[in-house]
Nanobody, 121 residues
Framework: QVQLVESGGGLVQAGGSLRLSCTASGSITSIDIWGWYRQAPGKQRELVASFKRAGRRNDADSVNYADSVKGRFTMSRDDVKETLYLQMNSLKPEDTAVYYC?????????WGHGTQVTVSS
């Protein structure tokens, strides 16, 4: 079982920055795919960024971003703290949403409760 707790959301003006954190507890494995999703009012939940640890020692980790956030958002992970971060820069009003942390393990998805990000124009 895995528990995820997000933090770092808030209200920010357009052009500003926020850093979201997601701390995991429980049994974390090397095959887990970590991700940040967001859901705006009246819209479906969408993938913002995902992280997969390389399967072999000399391979690179895989990090992917939605086109809408490329160049503005950066995801990183602290293995010791079992924490996933999402640094969000140059925020836009259309980034307003509830942001969710996710761990995908084969056929199981674990979700946090979400953190609200509101960007004012």
């Amino acid at each position: 079982q895995v528990q995820l707790v997000e933090s770092g959301g808030g209200l920010v003006q357009a052009g500003g920055s926020l850093r979201l954190s997601c701390t995991a507890s429980g049994s974390i494995t090397s095959i887990d795919i970590w991700g940040w999703y967001r859901q705006a009012p009246g819209k479906q939940r969408e993938l913002v960024a995902s992280f997969k640890r390389a399967g072999r020692r000399n391979d690179a980790d895989s990090v992917n971003y939605a086109d809408s956030v490329k160049g503005r958002f950066t995801m990183s992970r602290d293995d010791v703290k079992e924490t996933l971060y999402l640094q969000m820069n140059s925020l836009k009003p259309e980034d307003t949403a509830v942001y969710y942390c996710n761990i995908h393990r084969i056929v199981i998805d674990y979700w946090g409760h979400g953190t609200q990000v509101t960007v004012s124009s």
